[in-house]
């Protein structure tokens, strides 16, 4: 048996040159892993710490803007101690400068609420007939005063007629029935046929947002309206004459006209009244207003006051890079104070 002799093909010889070069790409590879690694872990570390920081300054601001509510809490209390009547010369009504604190500020401002005209007075069927044949008699002392307002924005020209469509408008929105007011109502089937279909609250106004959604109600009017209007948690509530702005009290005419005051009139009436306001509506009425008001004028003093039980704080903090902002409904009653409504953002 012849034997068979065994051969292995030998392996093809690799330069010594070749094995560093391959070492060497294996060496970068693993440092340029790395290298991605330390960033993306470095990345997610520095997010994680900024988003650790944003939620630590936004605390900080909110507790300041809270801070804020409870200064304005006691100085409406101790306003209460002292006298019973509220006007703009008070301490509550000052407006401060921001207050430094480390790594930025804070403020806030108190206005009186009832300063403002309270959308939710509206509510209420106009007179179908009137034995004065006033046109101004058919809708009561609020609604009047509103359709007033609604004519005294120069940047937005609102026609009596106009205005009087918008306070129908306006009744349908709060009445609860289905039956459009005068000419210019509107109830569900009005709203549901808009591009984008939508049901009328057939309530109180819950926010003055809301009113941007009435017929007639253009997005500039509203814009020019927002200064000077509110929803309150109930209807009722008096508008203050010492705290009124000259916009508001051009709304306070002859209960048988729906014009306004003259912007004049209007000034001279805020002028008269001052900082310190009337202790009694009936002097503000004989000092400020009758003044300006044509001989013979007939005039209500219903819905009117001289004390406030709703206030509104508008608070900012600014810290570091977070901004903070609070609106905050205080509610005086019986000497106490408690927020009834906030937003924070």
């Known amino acids: 048996m012849t034997a068979r002799r065994l051969y292995r093909t030998p392996l093809p010889s690799v330069p010594p040159g070749s094995q560093k070069g391959a070492v060497l790409v294996m060496a970068l590879l693993i440092v340029a892993l790395v290298a991605s690694l330390a960033v993306s872990f470095s990345s997610a570390f520095q997010l994680s710490l900024a988003r ?8 900080q601001a909110t507790a300041y803007l809270l801070g804020s509510e409870s200064l304005a809490v006691k100085a409406l209390r101790l306003d209460a101690e002292d006298n019973k009547f509220d006007h703009l010369g008070e301490g509550w009504a000052e407006e401060y400068p921001p207050f430094p604190v480390d790594g930025g500020w804070f403020k806030g401002r108190v206005e009186d609420a009832q300063g403002r005209f309270n959308l939710n007075n509206l509510a209420g069927a106009p007179q179908q007939n009137t034995d004065s044949g006033s046109r101004a008699q058919a809708f009561g002392y609020d609604q009047r005063r509103f359709i007033r307002l609604l004519q005294t924005f120069e940047q937005v020209p609102v026609e009596q007629s106009e205005a009087i469509a918008i306070m129908e408008a306006v009744i349908d929105w709060l009445d609860t029935d289905d039956q459009p007011t005068g000419f210019g109502g509107a109830e569900a089937q009005y709203y549901e046929q808009q591009e984008t279909p939508y049901h009328p609250a057939n309530g109180w106004f819950s926010s003055v947002s809301e009113l941007r959604l009435v017929r007639h109600v253009t997005p500039e009017l509203y814009m020019a309206l927002l200064p000077y209007v509110v929803v309150l948690p109930k209807d009722g509530t008096n508008l203050n004459v010492n705290t009124a702005a000259v916009q508001i009290l051009r709304c306070l005419n002859d209960n048988n006209s729906l014009a306004p005051l003259s912007s004049q009139d209007a000034e001279r009436v805020a002028q008269a009244r001052g900082e310190g306001g009337y202790e009694e509506v009936a002097d503000f009425y004989n000092s400020a207003l009758a003044p300006v008001l044509p001989q ?8 009117l006051s001289i004390a406030s039980d709703y206030f509104l704080l508008t608070a900012e903090a600014q810290l570091v890079r977070q901004r903070r902002r609070l609106t905050s409904l205080l509610w005086r009653n019986n000497g106490e104070v408690k927020p009834v409504r906030r937003r924070d953002y």
């Open 52 to 59: 650790g920081e944003n939620r630590w300054h936004g605390a």
């Open 296 to 303: 013979g004028a007939s005039f209500v003093n219903d819905g």
